[in-house]
């Protein structure tokens, strides 16, 4: 079984920065493509970011273009979401997925979330 464990939220000022990271954890299973999601009270969820197996390719959604940056460290296990001119309207529980090949199975994994909230 595979775990994601996301960290680095919390409250921040607006025009202030956050690094969020998730660390993939388990035994025998490798790891395709990562993705950032976040959700706010009362709306749908969103796609922030997704990075390839690789790192060499990255998609933003439009509202955090140029504000946030995806990676990831393969030899960790580890994908970030880099996260600078933070708004209030970035206020979101934010979660992390991944495509892990488990088994010779493809699976989809979630984080538990963390919560990000950028306010004076």
């Known amino acids: 079984q595979v775990q994601l464990v996301e960290s680095g939220g919390g409250l921040v000022q607006p025009g202030g920065s956050l690094r969020l990271s998730c660390a993939a954890s388990?035994?025998?299973?490798?790891?395709?493509?990562m993705r950032w999601y976040r959700q706010a009270p009362g709306k749908q969820r969103e796609l922030v970011a997704v990075?390839?197996?690789?790192?060499?390719?990255?998609n933003y959604a439009d509202s955090v273009k140029g504000r946030f940056t995806i990676s990831r460290d393969n030899a960790k296990n580890t994908v970030y979401l880099q996260m600078n001119s933070l708004k209030p309207e970035d206020t979101a529980v934010y979660r992390c997925?991944?495509?892990?090949?488990?088994?010779?199975?493809?699976?989809?994994?979630w984080g538990q979330g963390t919560q990000v909230t950028v306010s004076s």
């Open positions: 388990g035994s025998s299973f490798s790891i395709g493509a």
């Open positions: 990075i390839n197996n690789s790192g060499g390719s990255t």
């Open positions: 997925n991944a495509d892990i090949l488990e088994s010779r199975s493809w699976l989809y994994y």
